[in-house]
């Protein structure tokens, strides 16, 4: 399971570095930006999704690997 | 260093605009229908403007008013939506609906840059204010801010009915946009004042609106005199000093972004401070949760923020169009229902109710698309430390007299006097 914004459509809510701070972090204007390679540890895939379904812009996609 | 002249008297004396503005009739008094006849200035609305929309929603579901010269009103999660992310068919030149439409000519800059900007211009202003209002650097104000909530429950000693919203929510607002503005906090009651000029003044005659705001502007352009003569670290130097495309901002770019930082910031976060605390005031269930469950409070800020959202904003029509079912004509206001938009049943799972634990939120209290609330981490960060202050020190509450609790009308919907109860 991997993480992704949409830099197009992220308008810096900050919804997914509040409910995933593992996930996300902010840059210095406020956008979220995705830690690292973006990979969801386990443990971590509610807070991954919880950061998608909350999203206000849909800017965060969640790419289920098989 | 070179005097900064942008202020001198070519640009105090020189004549405000508006003359140019577009004018019409002003009409008040009952609606006869909401779907033909909107007005969000009735004490109806005022008082309950959740079943009015939630009616709108079954059968219009884009209502109109021939009143502030024409305008529409969706209250739909898509239409909103898709009027917000349009900014090229409904233009942010106004935000506020009122008697008088600025001109064309004003776009894409407006009178106060961001919020009454469209692109390309929109982007290079947003860019200059955004590092100061990243989560970050709002979490710097988070000690101060939770030291003056304490302040003013401490002031509450020895008595057993308070007003929420005159004695407390009211105040943090006022206060921490006064620091990070750098402006006098003793000047606190004129800042309320400014901003029921420009949010709540709609129906008064066009001239008596021109005068106000021309009073805030004198008080603005005296804090710019102040802070030339000596420059500090705060907002109001930072503007007069920084640069857009090799240049100072124009003056009027100054005091209008300076404006717009002092009136967004208070009626906005006093309202939905005061709506959270009315609404567990009124539901004992919620407020004994959020008691026994401190780390409850984020997820139910969110739901609060989405059943209360305190903002509806405004947008002008660029052009004719069939839009939406519905013949817009350029110039048409349309009233941008936030609050509409999250108590819509096609995007929210029992939307007309207050869940306290909805993990699940995509609400647009702070908007949707380019103009999403400049200040939405700092109205985030004084709703929560401002719940977290008095559920920590005031955990039993209660309406004190559930008839004498009054709502703001207009664009900024909150609690103006709320007494609670706050000892048996």
Not at chain 2, 154 to 164: C, E, Q, T
Not at chain 2, 172 to 179: E, L, Q, S, T
Not at chain 2, 196 to 221: C, K, M, S, W
Request: aromatic content about 8%; glycine content about 8%.
């Amino acid at each position: 399971m991997k993480v992704h914004i949409d830099s197009g459509r992220c308008q810096g809510h900050g919804r997914c570095y509040d409910l995933a701070p593992g996930l996300f972090g902010d840059d210095d204007e406020g956008y979220g930006q995705v830690l690292g390679n973006g990979i969801v540890p386990p443990g971590e895939e509610k807070a991954a999704r919880l950061a998608v379904a909350n999203c206000p812009e849909r800017a965060i996609d969640l790419l289920e690997e098989t | 260093m070179a005097v900064d002249n942008r202020f001198g008297p070519e640009y105090r004396d020189a004549d405000d605009d508006s003359a140019l503005f577009i004018r019409n009739e002003i009409i008040t008094g009952p609606v006869s229908d909401w779907a033909t006849d909107f007005s969000h200035l009735e004490p109806e609305w005022a008082a309950d403007p959740y079943p009015i929309q939630d009616d709108l929603r079954q059968r219009c579901p884009i209502a109109h008013t021939g009143r502030f010269g024409g305008g529409w009103l969706p209250v739909r999660y898509a239409d909103v939506a898709a009027i917000a992310y349009d900014t090229d068919r409904f233009s942010s030149r106004a935000i506020i609906m009122n008697n008088a439409r600025p001109p064309r000519e004003i776009a894409p800059v407006g009178g106060s840059p961001p919020i009454s900007s469209d692109p390309p211009f929109h982007h290079e202003a947003r860019k200059l204010l955004l590092p100061a209002f990243t989560r970050s650097a709002i979490s710097r104000l988070e000690p101060a801010t939770r030291a003056f909530c304490d302040s003013l429950i401490d002031a509450f000693d020895g008595r057993d009915v308070v007003d929420a919203a005159q004695e407390y929510a009211q105040h943090i607002p006022v206060r921490v946009i006064a620091d990070m503005l750098g402006f006098p906090p003793e000047d606190g009651p004129q800042f309320r004042e400014f901003v029921a000029d420009l949010l709540e003044g709609i129906n008064l005659p066009t001239d008596e609106r021109v005068e106000r705001v021309h009073r805030l502007f004198q008080y603005l352009l005296a804090q710019v005199d102040e802070h030339l003569a000596r420059p500090r670290d705060d907002l109001t130097s930072y503007l007069l000093d920084v640069e857009l495309g090799g240049h100072k901002l124009d003056p009027d770019h100054v005091v209008g972004t300076m404006a717009l930082l002092l009136i967004a910031g208070i009626d906005t976060t006093w309202s939905a401070i005061g709506a959270s605390l009315w609404h567990l005031a009124s539901a004992p269930a919620d407020r004994a949760r959020l008691v026994a469950e401190p780390g409850l409070l984020p997820i139910a800020m969110e739901e609060l923020l989405r059943a209360y959202a305190p903002v509806t904003m405004a947008r002008l029509v660029t052009q004719d169009m069939h839009w939406g079912g519905v013949d817009m004509k350029a110039d048409d206001w349309i009233l941008l229902s936030f609050p509409a938009a999250n108590r819509d049943p096609a995007q929210f799972d029992r939307a007309g109710q207050v869940i306290i634990d909805r993990e699940v939120n995509r609400h647009a209290a702070f908007g949707l698309g380019i103009h999403r609330c400049l200040g939405s981490h700092l109205a985030r960060m004084e709703l929560r430390v401002a719940l977290q202050a008095w559920l920590d020190r005031i955990p039993v509450f209660g309406l004190a007299d559930p008839a004498a609790v009054t709502w703001a009308a207009g664009q900024i919907r909150g609690p103006r006097t709320l007494p609670l109860r706050i000892r048996d």
